[in-house]
Every structure is written in C-alpha cells, then in structure tokens.
C-alpha cells in the first residue's frame, strides 16, 4: 500500500507569492492534518480535514489555508509568503481521525 | 492551553542499552491521546507508540514501553536494547479529538537521540 504522498518534495519562493502543498492520503484513510515544522518553533498543528470538513484549525494567520477533496487528497494554500514561512510542511493521514497518523515525507518551502 | 515539555534536548545511549527519554503535559481535559513519534534523518516522522489516556496500562511494542503517570501529567519512553537504528530525534505528543477546538495536537520540542556502537 502506498504510503502519504506530498508534491512537490522542495519548493523555493520569494516573498509576497503564493504557494499550494498537495497531500495524497493512503488509499481509504478519510482524515488528512498539515504541521508546519521550524527549527525555531519545532512541530505545529496547522489544521485537520475530515470528509471533506475542517474539523480543527491550529494559530496561524489566515494567509494559511487549505481544503480536502472529495477523494480525501489535500492541499494548502500560504498566500503572501514572508521569510518566516520557510519550513518543512508535513501532512499525515488517518482511516478515521482518532485513529493513529501516517506521514508523509514533507515539503521543504524555501521563501527567498 | 495544552503544553508538552521534553527536558532533555540530547541524549545517548550504547548499543544494546536501555534509555528513558522524559515528557511531561499539561491539559486540563481528562480524555486524550498521547504518542511518542521519532523522526530520523530521513525526516519521515514515525509513530513508536500511542497511550490511550483512559486506559491505565501502559503500552508497549516490542523493545518500546512508556511509563504513563495520568496524576503527574508524565508519559516517558524507555527504549531497551537499543539499536543503531533507534537514532533519531524523538517527539512526545498530546492529541484530543475534539471537533473545532483548535491547537489539538501538541508537539514536545524533541530529544535528539544518539546511539554509541
């Protein structure tokens, strides 16, 4: 079984752009959750989609956005893109949301 | 809020040893999650174990074992015979699944694990 699957694996852009992160689930998991991940403030909690539905959304600027698909692919959007949005972005997926998650390799965004 | 610490920023083990790397939480909620997860070099995070806060027992997988004290908010992880494989930075979690209840699942800040051979 395939694992989590995000594209692309590195980006690189420059401040003021937009950016869209995609996330392919493992195959029949329905919930989908993004981190942002930083030296500086490790590990965070960006939001979870269910079915389609936010069910959770972490503190961050609503530059940060993202959506599920009806096939439980995800994306997420960061509009505006300053320095400080350089970051590993990781997306995990689970069958059910209290189930345990699986991970996906990460997106490493460069902001120039 | 929910907060993890993680005291030990680095530790180090011989091969074939036992560690325990420390987390303690603080939640005011009575039902949740807690997970150990290791991330190494290759950055793939993977989840070691998960403690279901309602159950008293502690969990296990295989060489993996936690000390969950549910009273004193701490969920440490013993590791025994450890492996040059073990290697990796080590994350203590809390997670409840709450619907629109925001910031649910909080990372510790790590311990970085070396394994001597």
């Known amino acids: 079984k395939a694992g989590v699957t995000q594209t692309p694996r590195y980006l690189i852009k420059t401040r003021g752009q937009q950016v869209t992160l995609s996330c392919s689930p493992i195959s029949g998991h329905r919930s989908v959750s993004w981190y942002q991940q930083t030296p500086g403030q490790g590990l965070q909690f960006l939001f979870e989609?269910?079915?389609?539905?936010?069910?959770n959304k972490g503190n961050f600027p609503g530059r940060f956005s993202g959506r599920q698909f009806s096939n439980s692919r995800s994306e997420m959007n960061v509009s505006t893109l300053e320095l400080g949005d350089s970051a590993l972005y990781l997306c995990?997926?689970?069958?059910?949301?209290?189930?345990?998650?699986?991970f996906g390799d990460g997106t490493r965004l460069s902001i120039l | 809020a929910q907060t993890v610490t993680q005291s030990q920023p680095e530790m180090s083990v011989q091969e074939a040893e036992t560690v325990t790397l420390s987390c303690t939480y603080d939640?005011?909620?009575?039902?949740?999650?807690l997970f150990w997860y290791k991330q190494p070099p290759s950055r793939q995070m993977i989840l070691v174990i998960r403690?279901?806060?309602?159950?008293?027992q502690n969990a296990t997988e295989n060489r993996f074992s936690v000390n969950f004290q549910k009273a004193a908010k701490s969920f440490s992880l013993k590791i025994s015979d450890s492996q040059l494989g073990d290697a990796a930075m080590y994350f203590c979690?809390?997670?409840?699944?709450?619907?629109?209840?925001?910031?649910?699942?909080?990372f510790g800040p790590g311990t970085r694990l070396s394994v001597l051979p």
């Open positions: 989609y269910f079915s389609e539905t936010q069910r």
């Open positions: 995990a997926s689970s069958l059910e949301f209290e189930q345990p998650q699986h």
């Open positions: 979690a809390y997670r409840n699944y709450l619907e629109n209840y925001g910031q649910n699942f909080v």
């Open positions: 939640t005011s909620e009575s039902d949740y999650y």
């Open positions: 403690q279901e806060a309602y159950k008293q």
